[in-house]
């Protein structure tokens, strides 16, 4: 019997995804977090990835969101240093408190620049899933859906503008053409909510 694609490491992260978020929701919602962890697992599946980079899709925000460098260590060890380095790369910071918001985005857009192409895959799920959501979510709530985010419309625009610019140099996946959509449906949100610069 051939090993399946996804195997017991698979099922193990899928396990340890639960236990480091299960009290998590999504910011301003009601939607339980794994839901994002499971859909950037799902994208990265879909995308043609490897168990490694659908654990690193589960993965990607324990680092950053529950326990920082001791949590990524954990990882590691459990899951080994290619999760490990698809999850810190994918981790704008892990410092506490947080630096502010736009340092955290410029320093990410650099790692981009230069990330593998596991992380670039993991890192374009995620990113199109929160673009997707958030278009979904001001569509449907309204202006006052911006207020759940650090940065404001015109910030998360910018953001995902120099994020799209980035995957088309660094990605052929199509991925990239759906968070085109996404960003040019974002843009006509902002358009729409935000107040002339």
């Keep these: 019997?051939?090993?399946?694609?996804?195997?017991?490491?698979f099922a193990d992260a899928m396990a340890y995804a639960w236990e480091v978020h299960c009290d998590q929701l999504r910011k301003g919602?009601?939607?339980?977090?794994?839901?994002?962890?499971?859909g950037v697992a799902s994208l990265?599946?879909?995308?043609?990835?490897d168990q490694d980079e659908a654990i690193g899709?589960?993965?990607h925000d324990a680092?950053?969101?529950q326990g920082g460098r001791a949590r990524l260590a954990d990882i590691e060890r459990r899951f080994g240093a290619r999760v490990a380095l698809?999850?810190?790369?994918?981790s704008d910071s892990m410092d506490e408190p947080r630096p502010p918001?736009?340092?955290?985005?410029?320093?990410?857009?650099?790692?981009?620049l230069e990330a593998p192409p596991e992380v670039v895959r993991v890192a374009l799920a995620d990113k199109l899933y929160n673009c997707r959501t958030i278009v979904a979510d001001v569509g449907a709530g309204g202006a006052a859906v911006w207020g759940?985010?650090?940065a404001g419309p015109r910030e998360q625009l910018w953001y995902y503008t120099q994020l799209l610019a980035i995957f088309r140099q660094r990605s052929t996946s199509l991925m990239v053409g759906q968070l085109a959509d996404e960003v040019g449906a974002l843009a006509e949100l902002v358009e729409r909510d935000a107040p002339p610069p």
């Design 29 to 38: 919602t009601t939607v339980p977090y794994l839901a994002h962890l499971l």
């Design 1 to 9: 019997m051939t090993e399946p694609l996804l195997g017991r490491r």
């Design 101 to 112: 918001w736009r340092g955290r985005k410029d320093s990410f857009l650099r790692v981009l």
């Design 57 to 59: 899709a589960l993965l």
């Design 148 to 150: 759940r985010f650090k």
């Design 44 to 49: 990265v599946l879909g995308d043609g990835g």
């Design 86 to 90: 698809i999850v810190e790369a994918c």
């Design 63 to 65: 680092a950053e969101d």
